[in-house]
């Protein structure tokens, strides 16, 4: 099992900042992929961002088109912390955004096995 705990969400102008942080406890951390996801509200839940572990490494980050330039996801192998840093950030990114993880390699159109409980991002404009 995994425990994914995030913290970071708030309030945010239109053009600021935001960092996620996701941390991860009850399996090796760094033989997970992980990834973010969001849902606004009315709206499907969409992807965001993917670190996948490959062998002994992090793969090349994947973003989605609408985040991509502006976000950036890393992890932090020292304490089992995946971040989500977020620039320039815009009305439309206000949403619940959650952490995932899974053993495998994951795609945008995966349905990891772990989730966090989510944590609310709200840009005004």
């Known amino acids: 099992q995994v425990q994914l705990v995030e913290s970071g969400g708030g309030l945010v102008q239109a053009g600021g900042s935001l960092r996620l942080s996701c941390g991860a406890s009850?399996?090796?951390?760094?033989?997970?992929?992980l990834a973010w996801f969001r849902q606004a509200p009315g709206k499907e839940r969409e992807f965001v961002a993917i670190?996948?572990?490959?062998?002994?490494?992090?793969?090349?980050?994947e973003y989605a088109d609408s985040v991509k330039g502006r976000f950036t996801i890393s992890r932090d192998r020292a304490d089992d912390t995946v971040y989500l840093q977020m620039n320039s950030l815009k009305p439309e990114d206000t949403a619940v955004y959650f952490c995932?993880?899974?053993?495998?390699?994951?795609?945008?159109?995966?349905?990891?096995?772990?989730w966090g409980q989510g944590t609310q991002v709200t840009v005004s404009s």
């Open positions: 995932a993880a899974g053993p495998t390699t994951l795609r945008p159109d995966s349905e990891p096995p772990y």
């Open positions: 009850g399996r090796t951390f760094n033989r997970l992929s």
């Open positions: 670190s996948n572990w490959i062998g002994v490494i992090s793969g090349i980050p």
